[in-house]
């Protein structure tokens, strides 16, 4: 029995659900925990209909592979380029120049659907740092435009190169399956960020839909069989939203079940269900491409208005996602993709084309213009632009991304002055660069800058799952580095209580075991002990000073500040108490004494200089001393020269005694 592929009231209830999910789930309702595997939904559905048109215009003789790219163009793209022009003008009234130009960046990638790219280079899906990104939900456009891209290549190739039958063609959906889920098991363990936004680990969530399609052209069920999968396959999504959450590896396995689920549900063909064919439900899924488009610039702007802290903020929210949906469906995407899916090219390839340039235009020349600047006060311009203050020789002597090349650091201080003061660490290190080249110079002393973003100056430890060979590989060139000196003064700068605290559950010491499955005794010990071997281990190489963790804010300063002053609301408190400092970074501060007494390694403690009795600031003056929330600025790194200064002036090749280094008390 062949299966049609018009209109089933099945596959748009199932779209319904699966907005409902991402929409709740992005609004922080309780019970939707696992919201996020709608998208997952969401790409079965597509993969079922891309193949369903596909295999069905390739067999009648009258596929047109540019017909198809337009039809799809005429679905997709006036909705998004909407939404794009949308937030644009929203943001040049409402946003920082920093925020406005990451805005362009990612309006221009989301409009030529590279925005999983964009996304897969910058924080994971889950981080928070995410949920201040305006786009950040067209990362699932950009994968599903780039599998309709691929999928009628790759089918006209087989079908020519391997065979045309039914059995083939399921055979092909079945091998991108395989390949794809294990590749997605694979990356999820190794690089989980990379296999979140990319198509490669996600195609086989579209082709399992293929598959399902393939099977019903030529097999149905039985009605009682088609009831039991129907159900089977919404108890595996609702079971799915309600017990996953953001801490599983994801897509990996897991995704398996919503993916199982939907694929049930498409195929039972269960026409006539209440719960897929109810009016309401119908209406969600007509609009639901609209709805998912609004209703996240929704949710990041209820958090940018302080709005999200309020109680039942979510109420309103989804009402006005619903309505901003509905609206976008009436006006927007119901009458252009009547008007423009019966163009031919090549008037259809310059309607397309013009929309997609003009928007990607607008965007690109916002992101060249830095922000525009001059939309907003000075002292908004001042406070947002410490975010890129960072240091010019960054890229030079700060690695970063994955797969760490060869180390050669950098030289730092006095030009062709011998080598003696050599500054090791991770991203914190890349922070101070600033301050610790301006100590060298004024004492007139040369140094060597090894530093490598997420890898702390403690072998078998990286901030993120996957990083741990790049770490240690990084570490042993630094140790190779080492290998034939002697009486060096050396400063050992790390994150170090990001490791023990914040995303224990990426964080391995053996490279195998992640710290999150350990009880919490068991878990400050081992780290302790791995901090105090690591640290032991640079003693026979000169003098070791270790820099006492650098006080982090809870929220990007720059940006919070930048945002409080154009929205009227900024205050003169910027920062954490001193007590809170103490309370989370206590058990590293002991490990870094304990350090100490084994081996001599000198304690420097910064929090002189940013912090008095009470406060440590995270501004200074109107003006941030970090360019993110942990990260000091190099106006802020300067308050450390004064502290750096006395370990350069006289390095000593013989081990201390345990002392601690006080910075100058802050007034």
Request: hydrophobic letters at 50%.
């Amino acid at each position: 029995m062949a299966a049609s592929i018009d209109f089933r009231q099945d596959i748009n209830g199932l779209r319904a659900y699966a907005v409902a999910a991402v929409v709740l789930y992005h609004f922080g309702v309780p019970g939707f925990a696992g919201g996020f595997v709608g998208v997952d939904v969401f790409f079965v559905i597509s993969g079922f209909l891309m193949t369903g048109i596909i295999v069905s215009q390739l067999e009648a003789g009258r596929f047109s592979l540019l017909g198809f790219y337009l039809a799809r163009a005429a679905r997709i793209i006036p909705a998004l380029a909407a939404l794009c022009a949308a937030v644009l003008v929203f943001g040049w009234f409402w946003l920082t120049p920093v925020d406005y130009q990451r805005l362009g960046r990612h309006v221009a990638s989301s409009i030529a659907f590279l925005s999983n790219v964009t996304y897969a280079t910058e924080s994971g899906y889950f981080d928070t740092a995410s949920h201040e990104k305006w786009l950040l939900h067209t990362w699932s456009l950009s994968v599903e435009w780039q599998f309709y891209l691929l999928l009628p290549l790759a089918l006209i190739a087989w079908r020519r190169w391997v065979g045309r039958g039914p059995a083939h063609l399921l055979a092909f959906a079945v091998l991108g399956v395989a390949v794809s889920l294990a590749l997605s098991v694979v990356l999820t363990a190794w690089r989980p960020t990379y296999a979140f936004y990319l198509l490669p680990t996600r195609a086989w969530e579209m082709l399992a839909g293929g598959a399902v399609y393939l099977v019903q052209r030529r097999w149905a069920l039985a009605p009682a069989a088609a009831r039991l999968c129907y159900l089977a396959g919404l108890a595996s999504i609702l079971v799915s939203v309600v017990l996953f959450h953001a801490g599983l590896p994801w897509p990996g396995a897991w995704a398996a079940l919503p993916v199982a689920g939907a694929a049930l549900v498409l195929l039972a063909q269960r026409q006539d269900a209440l719960p897929t064919g109810h009016p309401w439900v119908q209406w969600i899924g007509t609009a639901s491409y609209s709805i998912y488009l609004w209703h996240w610039p929704i949710a990041v702007g209820a958090r940018y208005f302080g709005l999200a802290d309020q109680a039942l903020w979510a109420v309103p929210a989804v009402a006005l996602s619903l309505l901003l949906g509905g609206l976008s469906y009436r006006w927007v995407e119901r009458p252009t993709r009547g008007a423009l899916r019966g163009l031919r090219a090549p008037r259809g390839v310059l309607v397309h084309g013009a929309v997609t340039a003009c928007v990607a235009g607008v965007a690109a020349a916002v992101l060249w213009a830095h922000g525009v600047p001059a939309r907003v006060p000075r002292e908004v311009e001042l406070a947002a632009a410490e975010a890129r203050n960072r240091n010019p020789r960054s890229p030079e002597c700060l690695l970063t991304g994955w797969g760490f090349g060869s180390v050669q650091g950098c030289h730092i201080g006095a030009p062709g002055r011998p080598e003696r003061v050599v500054m090791i660490g991770d991203s914190h290190a890349g922070a101070l660069l600033g301050a610790i080249d301006e100590a060298l110079t004024q004492e007139g002393v040369g140094g060597r800058f090894f530093a490598a973003t997420s890898c702390p100056p403690v072998l078998g430890m990286a901030w993120e799952r996957g990083l741990e060979s790049d770490c240690r590989r990084f570490y042993a060139g630094v140790e190779q580095w080492l290998k034939s000196r002697s009486g060096l003064t050396l400063v050992l700068v790390g994150r170090w209580s990001n490791y023990l605290h914040d995303r224990p559950q990426l964080v391995t010491l053996d490279g195998r075991t992640p710290l999150d499955r350990l009880p919490a005794p068991q878990r400050e010990a081992l780290y302790r002990e791995r901090v105090v071997q690591g640290i032991c281990r640079y003693a026979p190489h000169g003098s070791v000073h270790v820099l006492a963790p650098i006080p982090e804010m809870p929220y990007d300063v720059p940006r919070t500040l930048a945002t409080d002053l154009l929205l009227g609301r900024a205050r003169s408190d910027y920062g954490i108490e001193r007590a809170a400092y103490a309370r989370k970074h206590g058990p590293v501060l002991d490990a870094l004494h304990e350090a100490g007494a084994r081996c001599g390694a000198q304690l420097v403690d910064p929090t002189g200089a940013l912090c008095d009795g009470r406060w440590c600031r995270a501004a200074e003056g109107g003006r941030p001393l970090y360019f993110d929330d942990d990260h000091l600025s190099e106006y802020g790194n300067r308050r450390l020269v004064p502290l750096l200064r006395p370990l350069v002036r006289h390095a000593s090749p013989a081990p201390r005694a345990t002392a601690v280094v006080h910075a100058p008390q802050a007034d």
